[in-house]
């Protein structure tokens, strides 16, 4: 079993591999998380030192403020229409690129940036591989607070063997969303991923969930670190 050292190391080669994909003039789409903070950091080094002329949206608040504490600007995302690339992490990652991400919470912007986004590119460490999705990460579905006790019904309906309200660390009750929502998270075993996404996503009173199948947002690269290196993987093009 590798250590938290080696685990830091593998995602910051793969964020590293990523952020030298950017380039200038490009508009960046900034992912969230503890991989894609390496890659603000990078992307701030560039610009610092390397003149690297970009400009970024950001999939959450964290992001942002990351982002703007490196140096780089980053407008909001009701503003822009499209990002030449964006970066990201994710939770779990499967064979064919269907993704579970949302473990901080940020799902729903995640899912609005690679979609506006000509390339999508993944980073991770080799432990984020899985055969199928909802191995080890539930799927986190961001609901209207007024729908919780109705969107767990049906997400049990779906066949989720849980579903939980999640509840906030260093703070009293629930997570709130960006969006002013709440997250369930739903353990699933996913046969299915995109039309287990299409379904919980027609359920009344959610806003979107953390299944990001290869139908509806296409990954175009998997960065991958590995005992052995880095891996890429490429998807769509």
């Keep these: ?11 910051k080669a793969a964020a590293l591999r990523a952020s030298s994909l950017v380039e200038s003039g490009m508009l960046v789409g900034l992912g969230t998380g503890s ?18 002329k970009i400009e970024c949206g950001a999939t959450s608040f964290q992001a942002m403020l990351l982002g703007r504490k ?10 822009l229409e499209r990002f030449d690339i964006s970066i ?24 609005l940036v690679h979609s506006m986004s000509e390339k999508f590119i993944v980073v991770a460490d080799e432990s984020k591989l899985v055969k199928n999705l909802g ?8 609901i209207l607070p007024p729908a919780a006790a109705y969107a767990k019904k049906k997400l049990t309906e779906l066949g989720a063997s849980s579903c939980s309200i999640r509840m906030g660390l260093k703070k ?30 027609e359920i009344t009173g959610i806003v979107e969930n953390g299944i990001f199948s290869r139908k509806s947002i296409r990954v175009n690269l998997a960065i991958i ?10 998807g769509a093009v």
């Design 135 to 142: 191995e080890i990460f539930s799927v986190p579905v961001e």
């Design 172 to 201: 009293d009750g629930p997570v709130v969303t960006e969006n002013g929502n709440l997250l369930l998270d739903a353990k699933f075993a996913v046969k299915d991923a995109e039309k287990l996404e299409t379904q919980i996503n």
């Design 70 to 79: 490196e140096g780089l600007l980053v407008h909001p995302l009701m503003f």
């Design 1 to 11: 079993m590798k250590d938290a050292s080696s685990a830091v190391e593998l995602k």
């Design 35 to 52: 991989t894609t903070a390496f890659v603000l950091e990078e992307l701030g080094r560039r610009v610092r030192e390397e003149n690297l």
């Design 88 to 111: 990201d992490g994710a939770d779990e990652i499967d064979p064919q690129l269907n993704l579970i991400k949302g473990g901080g919470g940020a799902q729903t912007l995640e899912k």
């Design 225 to 234: 670190a590995g005992s052995q290196g880095l891996l890429e993987i490429k």
